[in-house]
Antibody, heavy 112, light 113 residues
C-alpha cells in the first residue's frame, strides 16, 4: 500500500527556515516523480516543486532560489528545505507521488 | 501559463440525482504523445485532494463507477450519475501537460440538499 507521511511543519517567523520531510512506503521515491504541492487557506492547490526520477528538479517562480527539493534513497524520504520564508508561504504542504498519491499534509504558518 | 476555468462554482444536489461540472482550459491539453493531461480531484472537508479521474476519462483505483469524465482538447466534463452524501467537498480539474506547471481550476463546491 502506498503511504506518504509528511512532517516538519509549524509556526515560523518571516525570514526563517524549515525542512519538511515525507516518509514514503509501498514504493521507492527514487524511481518516481515526486512533488511538493501547497494549498493556502481557502485557496486551490499550487504545484511548488518536483524532483524527477532522473534527478532533475523544478521550482515554481514563487519559491525559486529559496526552496530546495531533495530525497534520501536510503531512508525512502523526500524533503523540502524552505529558507527565507514569507507570510505568503503559509499553507498546507502535501507530498505527492506522480499525480495520484497525496499525503495528508503538514501545515506551515509564517507569522511574527 | 494554462488557465483552467470551472463552472459552476457551487452545486447543491439531492441524493440520487446526477451532477455535472464543466472545465475549460485556455490551451489544448492534448500532448504530442497522444495523451490528454486532464485530471479531476475531490477534496473532502479536512482531507487532502484525492484523484478521481486521470487523462480525461480513466477512473483511478477504487473510484466508484458513478464518476465519469469526458471531453477533449479544451473542454471537459465530470459527471456523477447518482450523488451520494459522501461526495460532498470541492472538486478541482487540473491540467498537467507539463507536471511542474500543473494548474488547477477554481474548484466547485458540492453540497447535498
Amino acid at each position: 500500500e502506498v503511504q506518504l507521511v509528511e512532517s516538519g511543519g509549524g509556526l515560523i517567523q518571516p525570514g526563517g527556515s524549515l525542512r519538511l520531510s515525507c516518509a514514503a512506503s509501498g514504493f521507492t521515491v527514487n524511481s518516481n516523480d515526486m512533488s511538493w504541492v501547497r494549498q493556502a487557506p481557502g485557496k486551490g492547490p499550487e504545484w511548488v516543486s518536483v524532483i524527477y526520477s532522473g534527478d532533475s528538479t523544478y521550482y515554481a517562480d514563487s519559491v525559486k532560489g529559496r526552496f530546495t527539493i531533495s530525497r534520501d534513497n536510503s531512508k525512502n524520504t523526500l524533503y523540502l528545505q524552505m529558507n527565507s520564508l514569507r507570510a505568503e508561504d503559509t499553507a498546507m504542504y502535501y507530498c505527492v507521488r506522480g499525480r495520484g498519491y497525496w499525503g495528508q499534509g503538514t501545515l506551515v504558518t509564517v507569522s511574527s | 501559463d494554462i488557465v483552467m476555468t470551472q463552472t459552476p462554482l457551487s452545486l447543491s444536489v439531492t441524493p440520487g440525482q446526477p451532477a455535472s461540472i464543466s472545465c475549460k482550459s485556455s490551451q489544448s491539453l492534448l500532448h504530442s504523445d497522444g495523451k490528454t493531461y486532464l485530471y479531476w480531484y475531490l477534496q473532502k472537508p479536512g482531507q487532502s485532494p484525492q484523484l478521481l479521474i486521470y487523462e480525461v476519462s480513466n477512473r483511478f483505483s477504487g473510484v466508484p463507477d458513478r464518476f465519469s469524465g469526458s471531453g477533449s482538447g479544451t473542454d471537459f466534463t465530470l459527471k456523477i450519475s447518482r450523488v451520494e452524501a459522501e461526495d460532498v467537498g470541492v472538486y478541482y480539474c487540473m491540467q498537467s501537460i507539463q507536471l511542474p506547471r500543473s494548474s488547477f481550476g477554481q474548484g466547485t463546491k458540492l453540497e447535498i440538499k
